[in-house]
């Protein structure tokens, strides 16, 4: 890990400005906005936004990309080259991704290393080998007219893909954005997080340099309301891609929608752990403190309902705490460290106020709660015990290391809780009962169940969820589907 002076000084040589049509822009009527490091307050550095009219081109680059230019006659086979290429400028630059990830989202420098990284590089590696295989079908008809037919079908790119990323993991979700769309074909235009767009000028630049023709490819960093806004209102974009909040989601499928575009929306969770009484209680109060704690809560996938069957309640929420209590929150950049700071002000008082709320709808404090130091966004690790399913934290999404734990009498109880809930996103169920493992694991909303470990990420497996946690499936050939079109030709023979 280098420290936190030689990553500022690396972000600081990034070209912070929209990349567009394969170079960086440098108007200078662009407003800028600042990037800040959560850990220290600072100011890391100014990110030229890109405005209408570089929205615009972003468009109409992307559409000549894929109308006139190199990117739209290029094979699958490859395209995968590409791909391939580079997932592994990515790998041989783990440790800068890394290091750039924690100073812009402050996570601890383990994290990025052994997540994030790691299955962006995963990610263009898989969708590398699906870009020559996007087959269509063969399909026997009873013929026309009286005449044999030849049906078959062909999948085409979907078009322009317009790819929003949130700021909790921008590397690796930009990764799930952008690995499908391009083995598809499609034209992608990223627009990363205000808060934390670094790893997004790196990834254009190793683009670039792997051979992806100009257009293929742009970024457009800006805030939501204007530079987002703007793309999504653009009718030059095909298809939307989106994961932030549901607030922000409703905004996004509303335009999608009015423009008959289809759209990709992943919003969140409030994922229960169903911790069941024949469970390894060891490996469980593990698995739970990682789902509530890492990346500090602010995970979409966060386990932040816990279950626990009652007979085992008070053991496994002292457990629970004695994991907390070992959660070394900190400086990012210091190699001890497990825990690291929220993203911004916003968020800590976000969190902060949940952490009131809980206290005054009469749950437990069991540990935690307060705001840690006074420089940094940091949050002390929480959990709160003898929550009932009416209080706000058992149902809202914190996005914060807040877990609310809830007690339960029998499996249909277990899951009876469980979908009493305006998410569906993910569930993990911890037990030793193969036959309840799969039963529960069927009946409870989520779009992804783990059995005995807490959201087992894999860009082989598709991902998203249902409810106010959004619509459709990521990753996968979920992920190609979302960005093809299956045309279908027949021939009167
Ligand atoms: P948060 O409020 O925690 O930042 P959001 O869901 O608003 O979460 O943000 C997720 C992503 O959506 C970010 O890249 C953000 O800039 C973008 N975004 C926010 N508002 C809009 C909008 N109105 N249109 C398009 N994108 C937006």
Known sequence: MSSRSATERRAESLPAAPFIAGSWQSASTAEAFDVVDPATERTVLMVMEADEPMVDSAVTAAHEALDNGEWGRMDGASRGQLLNALAQLIEDRTDEFADLESLDVGKPGFEPRVIDVPQAVATFRHYAGWADKLVGRSIPTPGYMGKPTLSYTIRQPIGVVAAITPWNSPTMIGAWKLAPALAAGCAVILKPPEDAPLTSFLLAQLAEQAGFPAGALSVLPGRGA?????????????????????????????????????????????SPQIVFADADLDAAADGVALGIFANQGEVCAAGSRILVARSIYDEFVSALATRASKVVLGDPFDEGTTMGALINAKQLERVSRYVRI?????????????????????????????????????????????????????????VAIANDNPYALAATLWTSDLSRAH?????????????????????????????????????????????????TITVVL
């Open 439 to 487: 039963t529960v694991a069927r009946h409870v909303h989520a779009g992804a169940v783990a059995v005995n470990g807490w959201s087992p990420l894999d860009p082989r497996l598709p991902w998203g969820g249902s409810k106010l946690s959004g619509l459709g499936r990521e990753l996968g050939w979920a992920g190609i589907e979302a960005c093809t079109e299956e045309k």
């Open 358 to 414: 809980g206290n005054d709808e009469g749950a437990r404090l069991v540990t935690g709660g307060n705001r840690h130091g006074s420089n940094g966004y940091f949050m002390e690790p929480t959990l709160f015990a003898d929550v009932t399913q009416d209080m706000t934290i058992a149902r809202e999404e914190i996005f914060g290391p807040v877990g609310a734990i809830l007690a339960f009498d029998d499996d249909e109880h277990a």
């Open 226 to 270: 204007t530079t987002g806004n703007a793309l999504i209102e653009h009718p030059g974009v095909d298809k939307i891609s989106f994961t932030g909040s549901p607030e922000t989601g409703r905004i996004v499928a509303t335009a999608a929608i009015a423009g008959f575009r289809p759209v990709t929306l992943e919003l969140g969770g409030k």
